[in-house]
């Protein structure tokens, strides 16, 4: 499925249930990064959890056909849902993400990051399509987006902004 961008931020908070894989792509690799952190805190508190959150470089997906199947269908040792990230993801990856979305072993939610993907990204078009997967777009904000994220920040630390200060 593809996310709309007005949908970006509460997609983030609260995935789908169902969801077995996102891509978070695009050229703010700030707001990528911090869009793939989010989704991932929806199923596991601590990032630093070993036993439920394990690190895939592209490398390693190209030396080991079956590491990503074996890592989603594993169990954490102290329980819960695991997270399976996956950072600097290219059009390489597409055909071991069509397998892995095909089958879609064990609960894991794997979080694929990439940067800036074309429309006819293969990687992409795969995340778009897919029942099990998700394609959430990063751009910088501006316009509109860019005044409710002032507004949203200083709000959360009880500060407010005059019109002229906010415009400069």
Same mark, same amino acid.
């Given at each position: 499925?593809?996310?709309?961008?007005r949908?970006?931020?509460?997609?983030?908070?609260?995935?789908?249930?169902?969801?077995?894989?996102?891509?978070v792509?695009?050229?703010? /690799?700030?707001?990528v990064r =911090?869009r793939?952190?989010r989704?991932?805190?929806?199923?596991?508190? %601590?990032?630093?959890?070993?036993?439920?959150?394990?690190?895939? #470089?592209?490398?390693?997906?190209?030396? %080991?056909?079956?590491l990503?199947?074996?890592e989603?269908?594993?169990?954490?040792? #102290?329980? @819960?849902?695991?997270?399976i990230?996956?950072?600097?993801?290219?059009?390489?990856?597409?055909?071991?993400?069509?397998?892995?979305?095909?089958?879609?072993?064990?609960?894991?939610?794997?979080?694929?990051?990439?940067?800036?993907?074309?429309?006819?990204?293969?990687?992409?078009?795969l995340?778009?399509?897919?029942?099990?997967?998700?394609?959430?777009?990063c751009y910088?904000?501006? @316009?509109?987006?860019?005044?409710?994220?002032?507004? /949203? #920040?200083?709000a959360?630390?009880?500060?407010?902004? =005059?019109?002229?200060?906010?415009?400069?």
């Open positions: 499925m593809k996310i709309a961008p949908d970006a931020e509460s997609f983030a908070h609260a995935p789908p249930a169902g969801l077995r894989a996102v891509l792509h695009g050229p703010d /690799t700030g707001l =911090e793939a952190d989704i991932a805190r929806s199923v596991v508190d %601590d990032l630093d959890d070993p036993f439920r959150l394990a690190e895939l #470089t592209p490398a390693a997906l190209k030396d %080991d056909p079956a990503l199947n074996d989603a269908a594993a169990i954490a040792l #102290t329980g @819960g849902r695991r997270v990230r996956l950072r600097e993801a290219g059009d390489a990856l597409a055909e071991r993400f069509a397998a892995f979305l095909d089958v879609a072993p064990g609960d894991a939610l794997v979080v694929v990051e990439a940067g800036a993907l074309p429309a006819r990204s293969k990687l992409r078009k995340f778009e399509g897919a029942k099990l997967g998700a394609a959430l777009a910088a904000d501006e @316009g509109a987006a860019l005044d409710r994220l002032i507004e /949203t #920040t200083l959360g630390l009880g500060l407010a902004i =005059e019109r002229d200060a906010r415009a400069a």
